[in-house]
């Protein structure tokens, strides 16, 4: 049901170390390299975000706690390339050879990259269902919290608010939906809502009576409450 | 279907120590021509250098300045920032929230790592950390207390978990003391993690 990401809420993680403003040093050059490499080959359109933070989710509980935030996008890509045939074992192995790759062409290009950075890639959607609920109405998120179309598969209702109460907030229009979108199953999509959650319906030791989470919640990770 | 029931993940045949990790997988990638060494470099100075928290920052001060900005962007933040070239990855749906004496807004992302990145760049590293991601929805007011900021009693928290594609940035408020300040006077007190909201701005000197 849950994998190792979902660890909103979790104990025993020590403090959280701040770090001088402005823009983040990137550390060793190789991490700003795991970075760029992984936005170029998303740019080859093999694969949408949601099926990247899937490939991340999906590394092994050991992995995913061991290796820092990089070296998890690093052995989530490799782990893709070869799942799409981009690449094959024997090319990880070996260093590659320099048999034709068909999607050469499609290659991300120094003089395309500003423009591709500056595309991004919208999840709104026309079309899917009506809204089934309006601002200010109470609605339960669904429990278990687990993708409903894929054993195992990529959901982002955190664990913590599967089965809270909270009250929606404001519709941020119709979205692709992630469970759906992580299988190659088609954008399915949904309404999606900010829903707001008193803290006490989410802790067992609230800091505050009136502190508040808000998630942004798919239509059918909501019933009415 | 999830390809898990293969415990040897294919990331298990590259080299184990990061930096040669990322070597090989690149020298192979560029091998294939799948990838270009001089847009990874473009990439990287994209990041390091051009996009970061001063675009957040100039938002900010403008909405100080601006009360038609300011309620524009409250309304419709994606609109507002795109006019002033804030736009594009990680950036695609905005939302911006504003603080005030009775409330006061924090971002994280619980499941991953989701960032404003045309408004503020790429993540800090203790944004996408594990303590970040497991404490800022269960005890914001102690996570805050980590950062120096202590919050009155009579101010609610509201911590946003960015579960989907929007991106949520803090108008922080206007500190005291600084009528007489233009734009770019303003932007340079917003620091980076009063708009993610783990901090606040700077007061003048």
Same mark, same amino acid.
């Given at each position: ?43 080859? $359109? ?17 992995? #995913? ?45 120094? !003089? ?7 595309? $991004? ?5 026309? $079309? ?60 399915? !999509?949904?309404?999606? #809502? ?26 059918? #990770?909501?019933?009415?409450? | ?14 080299? !184990? ?62 609109? &507002? ?13 905005? &939302?911006? &929230? ?16 989701? #960032? !404003? ?81 783990? $901090? ?6």
């Amino acid at each position: 049901m849950t994998r190792v990401h979902d660890m909103g809420g979790r104990f025993g993680d020590g403090a959280v170390l701040p770090e001088p403003q402005g823009i983040p040093d990137m550390g060793p050059e190789w991490q700003a390299r795991a970075l760029a490499i992984t936005l170029a080959t998303g740019a080859l $359109g093999e694969w949408n975000i949601d099926i990247s933070r899937h490939a991340r989710e999906r590394l092994s509980p050991k992995d #995913y706690t061991r290796f820092t935030y990089y070296e998890k996008w690093v052995a989530a890509l490799a782990d893709l390339l070869v799942e799409t045939g981009l690449l094959t074992r024997d090319d990880l192995q070996s260093g590659g050879d320099l048999a034709p790759e068909p999607l050469v062409e499609r290659a991300l290009r120094h !003089p395309k990259v500003a423009e591709v950075l500056a595309k $991004g890639a919208p999840a709104d959607r026309v $079309g899917g269902p009506t809204e089934r609920f309006a601002v200010g109405q109470a609605v339960r998120t669904r429990r278990p919290a687990g993708n409903r179309l894929c054993p195992g598969g990529h959901t982002r209702l955190p664990t913590y608010a599967s089965g809270a109460r909270g009250t929606i907030l404001r519709l941020h229009g119709t979205h692709v939906l992630p469970d759906s979108s992580a299988h190659r199953l088609g954008d399915a !999509p949904e309404p999606l #809502y900010a829903v707001a959650f008193p803290a006490r319906q989410l802790w067992a030791f609230p800091e505050h009576p009136d502190d508040e989470v808000i998630l942004d919640l798919w239509q059918s #990770y909501l019933e009415p409450a | 279907m999830p390809h898990d029931h293969d415990p040897d993940h294919p990331h298990t045949l590259l080299p !184990p120590e990061p930096a040669l990790r990322v070597k090989a997988l690149e020298t192979i990638l560029t091998r294939k021509g799948l990838v270009d060494p001089a847009a990874l470099d473009e990439i990287i100075d994209t990041y390091q250098n051009r996009i970061g928290p001063q675009n957040g920052a100039d938002v900010v001060a403008r909405a100080w300045s601006d009360p038609s900005f300011r309620k524009a962007l409250l309304e419709d933040a994606t609109t &507002v920032v795109a006019d002033l070239g804030y736009y594009g990855r990680q950036g695609e749906h905005i &939302v911006v &929230v504003e603080n005030t004496p009775e409330r006061h807004n924090m971002v994280v992302c619980t499941l991953c790592s989701c #960032y !404003p990145w045309p408004l503020l760049g790429i993540p800090p590293g203790w944004y996408k950390s594990d303590a970040y991601r497991a404490r800022a929805v269960r005890e914001p007011r102690k996570v805050l207390a980590e950062f120096g900021v202590a919050l009155s009693s009579d101010t609610a928290v509201r911590v946003w978990d960015s579960t989907a594609e929007v991106r949520y940035l803090v108008l922080p408020m206007r500190p005291a003391g600084t009528d007489g300040l233009d734009r770019a006077a303003l932007a340079a007190l917003v620091t980076r993690d009063s708009m993610i909201g783990t $901090g606040l701005p700077q007061s003048p000197s």
